[in-house]
Structure formats: C-alpha cells, structure tokens
C-alpha cells in the first residue's frame, strides 16, 4: 500500500492534510509521521514550516510526539474505570465499590410539579442542603455548580481554563478514570507522589517548576491508597501555591460524607481559580451521577456556560437532595463510615501482622500494597490462582511502579486473615 502523501505550502495546509488523511482512514492511529526535515525537504519548505504543522497537530491532539518514537497519529486513550468484574470463582477485592447494603435508600419522587427549559440550574433543596453542608467549607466567595459526578467536574473546569499541551500536577498513583480523561483531553501529566500524608510537597514543587497550570488533589481517603492529607502537609502545599496564583486548584474530596479524616484545604486563602468538587457516589450510590462544585465566580459562569445545554437533571438533583435531607441519612452515613473504618483496619491489621509492607493511608475503602521486588502480574496471578482478585496497581499510575490495590468495602472476619496470609506467601514465593 503506498505511503499517504502530506501535501502543503504552509503550516496551515500542511496541518489540514495531514487531518483530511486521518479523517479518511489514510493515516491510523500509531502511524509514524516523517521527521520533520524529512517533510520539509520532499514539500520544499522551511523546516519550521513543518515543524509549526506538527505543533498544531499535537495542540488539536491529532498527533503526539513520543519520546525516541517521533510523531504518530493518536489514537483513543482507553479510559480504565472502576467496577471490573472479577471471576466468578474469585473474592472479589478489586472492584472499587461500596458496599450496596451500605448506601440509603431511594425516595420516591412523586407529587414533584414538571421542571421546564428556563428554570435554574440549581434544584432548591439540593442548594439548602450544600450551602449549609458545602460552602462553608470552601470559604467566603464559593459558588455552586451541579455537574454529572466528579469526573465530568473535573474535566469541565479543567477545560474551563486549559488547553491542549497544557501540563497539570496529578497525583502518582492516583484516580483511574483521571488518567485517561486527562490524557484524551491531550493536558500532560506531571507525576506527583503521593505518601500516607497525601501529595508530597517537593513532588507538588518540581511541577510547579516545570510549569503546571493546574493541580488536581485528593485531600482525604485517596483512591487507591487512603491517603489523607495531614494539618502540615495541607499547610505545606497551601503555601508552595499561594506563590503560583496562576495555577488552577481543583480538590477532589469524593469520600467527604464516609472520611474518618477532616478535610484539610489546599487551596489558598484569596486563590483566583479554584473548585472544591464532592460527588455523591461512594456515600449515596455509583449511579448516581451528581457532583456538587463550590469554585471562584467566574469558572462558575464558565461551568454554567458548559453546562447551559447538559444541565444535571431537575429530577435526579430532588432524589439526591431527599436521600441528603432524609432524617435517617446521617445515622446511615455514620454507621456506613464506621463499618468501612472496622472493615479496613481488619485488612490492615492481619497484613501488619505478617509483616506486608502497604501506604499507610489512614481512610476510604482502599489498600494499597507496594511490589518492590516482586512482579505485578505474578503478584495478581498468583492470588487469583488462590481465589482472591485484586487490581493490578500500575493502571493508576504514571510511572507504572508495580502495586496492587485491595478494595475492602465488603471485606469481613473470614476474609481478611485468610486474605493477608495468602498475599504474604505469594510475595515470598515470588520474591
């Protein structure tokens, strides 16, 4: 088959050709691009000529340049999610949900009058509800916003204030799904670590030295590791960021209702750019797709603009705010954190004491197990052959540091033991 032809005079054109050759299937994802000498010789035109058309191209997200690979088309970055399902002959430990006997129940809706085209984008109650709960956490001059759970906030107010080729701090290991929304967004991921106080504050500074334009921050019960972020760390970070006004906080406390941790701001006081976003899935239920975001006034107007044709349903804004008003919710809530709390010190318990090594993150429904000298895919094998399913740890990070990551909402006494012993024998046969 005989090599598509890129055609063109200038950047521009040459930019459109390359789109119109992928746009008929003549060029595939992960096809290679000529080296840009190579284009500008056969086109005849100056080599930064060719080389502002493939800056164009990757700020479209058309194309990627990989290190020591040169530039190739890009394709769909696969967007890993929680909820895999685990063999049937296996202990399910990995699926990253919460326990289904845990969560409220659903009222019903009836007697509600029709909600139009015009009306607020705010549900009434939902709006009592988070100005009593919500804005005070955030600090005078927060306003809310309703999006499609924590995700969807997350990547609207990312593209509220970025583009392309922009880098942002990311938590390393961090979200699942951020990963790939952010890498489909085309933003650059600049690893943070993350340690049992949350995200290290020299990881935090080498980004903002490599120029981060944005930070995306888990303040308690991390996902995956159950990291918190304590009063020092928190101050720690607040500081490094008071001296980067321009770079946009965004705080992601998915777990806030179940945390046995306070929440510890990182954003500073008088900050210009900012979101507080806390979703209803862990403690109300995963189907629920609502996110509450209290942010600056005016990535509020940016959100309400993105969301002004995609507004939140009227309809499931009055079922969460009836479960989050319900007399009987905050006894549910409280008994749900204590069962997850009990359910995780079970797990960290028996691994202590059989000496496995794990991030001491004190909250959520999550463990997180470090390989240092043992292969991952040995590690999740060899449990699955003993009837335990894990996940593999490295899809949650950017550097693909081998872990496996134990979800313990529904782990109970005659699990854990049996669990942590089998995990200990596998590493040391694999050592």
Known sequence: MPEPTISGDSAAAIADSVRDLVARGDLCAGDALPPVRALAARLGVNRNTAGAAYTALAAAGVVETRRGGGTVVRGIVPVAAEGARAPEDTVDLADGNPDPALLP??????????????????????GRWAGEHLLPDAGPGGTLVITHGAVDAVERVLGAHLTRGDPIAVEDPGFLSGIG????????????????HGMTTDGLRAALEAGARAVVCTPRAHN?????????????????????????????DHFSALARTP???????GAPRWALVRSVSKFLG?????AMV??????AARLRARL???RVSHLLQRLVAGMLTSPATPALL??????????????????????????????????????ADVPEAAAVAGLAGLGWSVRPGSPFTLTHRPAVRITTAVIGPEHAGSFAADLAAVLARNT
């Open 105 to 126: 129940p659903l009222p019903a809706l009836e007697g509600r009058a029709p909600v139009l085209y015009g009306a607020p984008g705010t549900d009434e109650e939902l």
């Open 263 to 269: 929440y510890r701001r990182i954003t500073p006081a």
């Open 334 to 371: 409280e008994r749900a954190s204590d069962v997850y709390a009990y359910r995780r010190g079970l797990l960290t318990g028996e691994l202590d004491a059989r000496g496995v090594p794990w991030l001491r993150g004190p909250d959520g429904v999550n463990v997180w197990v470090p390989l």
């Open 308 to 310: 002004a044709a995609a």
């Open 294 to 299: 209290v942010c600056d006034p005016d990535t």
């Open 286 to 290: 995963p189907d629920l797709r609502l």
């Open 181 to 196: 929304t952010f890498r489909n967004n085309g933003y650059r991921c600049l690893p943070v670590p993350v340690d049992a």
């Open 224 to 252: 995956p590791t159950g990291a918190s972020l304590s009063a020092r760390r928190a101050r720690e970070l607040r500081a490094l960021l008071s001296a980067h006004p321009e770079v946009l906080v965004i705080e992601d």
